[in-house]
């Protein structure tokens, strides 16, 4: 694998400097918790126990390099670096860094780190090393793949090269500790462990390294969890545990051990009780240490598996246990089924790496080589690590759920909330089979025999049933989402299992919110926005609009003509009526004789989201709800009175994401003046899945820079000083609603597929005459390319990369 040097590979997007401290590269698979990659090269946030941990740190685990030159006596030249950049400060903690940062120790003086998801390198620079070094750090990713692209393994890959004139001993050791059993951190910030844990030596199938797995507690059976750290190096020393002494005894054994040649002697042993303190008693940490001669001008590499197996967790979504609760029942995370432990992963790793990184690397590939401006593909990318964060999971059923978002130490928002993930598109188009699960899960369980459908799904996690009235724009979106889903997979039985279901929640919404029939909700209505609007308005106008489209075209699938031509009259009804009702001749409107009777209202303001039922409607290909000149002349107005191109001047009271200087789309205005007293709750606030949103509908309506400007701005706030460019935040962290983002590479490429008949087609919004891109259905994905040919005639070709088996 020597050949795949990450570095010359991720030139598409930006470099950061070890000062981008607010970089967390996640490392991790679909479902099973992750490790974050900083930009100085450490790793942070281990969130790998069902929950959120940011700001969670594993004692004593890191790199660290030796070198020598073999010589004896004066004639010796050793040298020592913990393998990450210098510690960035502020430095003003209580107590000083605890020993288990190892903070004292000499560290690389800079770093620059490159990362476009999956793929992350981190370049180590120093002047007094003799030896360049570089990690390169992935988790296998396969588009359409969701078991391969749901390992729970890190790879760490430490490249060295010589560029001297003299020979090197190199040795590179990872030390990692047994966090089995961890329970949390005490107020000192301790890490507390729930059991003892033991650290087993393992050699074999081509890996050398060390199993942790926890003690049984009190007479309690085994946790089940394990973790593990090896290496395919064949030349490598192990130290399984290091020593268990008093105070820092343990981490000076191993530094002295390791940096005088760079070999672990395998003993450990433990300290006699001799009344001195022991500190972190249940600790146990280990260590792996490939090494290598590298003669002058020679390169290698040092490879290292990160891995866990955590196959235990809650029936619920909150994993944590309440005092005087009742036992919740357990059950298993879906990843956890294919292995039997740690070290079971990290084999199974081994064996498949040469087919896992060609695959990963193909997407690499097709995705960044592709003509799609670099801020598009910013953003299409760095959104997809919502997937493999935390606020993601799948039990063992295979049924896929996602918070809205994470707080530090828990989910946000349970339920897969409809109303949020209306919004994500990036998990139809990968990985389809998973979104699918949310569908079925959505009208086979959580939607009642009258058609409302809970907008939290809880039911299949034995949670208390969410008790709020259903929300029109979640239930409406699943219902257009049903659709998508049919065209993306072309699996009729998807709609011969749920389609009547998806009927019954249409006629419901037909009836509970369009109490006249004409087409145009009137009642209340309950929304994304946590509030209610009244009467006649544009979200959810649009909303039921797309909903009838994609009922027509179900009900027709299920032979319900009638049913269809009911709905197809209800939606040219309401097209109609919305049009004329709502259009102010800028952009649609809500009418309200009295927009203070309620509150939370936006009246005769500018709506960012006033289109969202036409953007959900084009991606699924169901063409124009409304009439094409006025959705256009209503983006154009949204752009124009609601991206803020200085925040300096903006006041808003409410929660904020972006501010100063930057630049932003507020989720409403009111240009004409007529803002209610009390307006909608967010309505000044600026959303990154709503700016994707709007941008991309301006794309599909040929205002492409105007999308492209709203682009821009949300990924120079996520530019790794500010923000994290992989953690785009709205009520949490790694938000879903994030996701919308893949639909700017849909409406830049206009790529469609054609179900019946396989065909496929771009209309590309950009450079026609030389355009590609990566594309995805059902069941492959590979590059699409458009060219003019020396006649002037276009040209399209589509190279399929994968196919599922």
Known sequence: MHSNVFWSRLEHLNTYDETATQIAFLLGGIGTGNISLGARGELKDWELFNSPGIGNMFPYTFFALHINNGGEGQERAVLNRVLESE?????????????????GLPRFEHSRMRAEYPLCAVKLEDGRVPVDVTLEAYTPFIPLDDEDSALPVAILRYRVANPTDRPWFVSIAGSMANMTSFSGYDTFGYVQYKSDAVNHRVEGNGLKGFLCEALPSDGAAPCGNTMALTTPNPQASVKPSWYRGAWYDGAQDFWDDFSRDGFLNEEGGEAKADGQIMFQKRQCIGSVAPYQ????????????????HIPDRRLSWWQEETPGEAPKPRTRNYYSLRFE???AVADYTHRQLPRLERLTLAFHEALFSSTLPKSVLD???ANITVLRSTTCFRIEDGSFFGWEGCFNSGGCCDGTCTHVWN????????FPRLEQSMRRNEFLVETKKDGAMNFRARAKLQDPEWTLPPALDGQCGAIVRLFREWMISRDDGLIAQTGDNALKALDYAMEYWDTDGDGVPDSRQHNTYDIEFYGPNPLSAGMLLAALKAGEAIARQLGQASRADAYAARFAQGSTRMDKLL????????RLDNVDEHPYQHGVGCLSDQLFGQFLSHVAGLGYILPKEHVKNALQSIYRFNFIKDLWDHESVQRCYALGHEQGLVLCSWPHGGRPR???VYSTEVWTGIEYQVAASLIYEGCV????DIVRAVRQRHDGYKRNPFDEVECGRHYARSMASWALLLALSGFSYDRKTGQMQLNPRIQPEDFHCFYSTGDAWGVARQWKDKTGKFRQEFTELYHVP
């Open 87 to 103: 510690i960035q400060p502020p430095h003003n903690l209580s107590h000083g860094y605890s020993s288990s940062r190892l903070a």
């Open 293 to 308: 001669w590298l003669t002058p001008g020679e390169e290698t590499v040092f490879t290292f598996y990160l891995t866990w």
């Open 379 to 381: 953003a299409v990318s």
């Open 678 to 680: 009390f307006p909608f």
């Open 423 to 430: 919004y994500a598109q990036t998990l139809a188009f990968l």
């Open 583 to 590: 259009w102010n001749g800028d952009y649609y409107v809500q």
């Open 341 to 343: 432990n740690a070290l």
């Open 705 to 708: 820079e105007e999308g492209l």
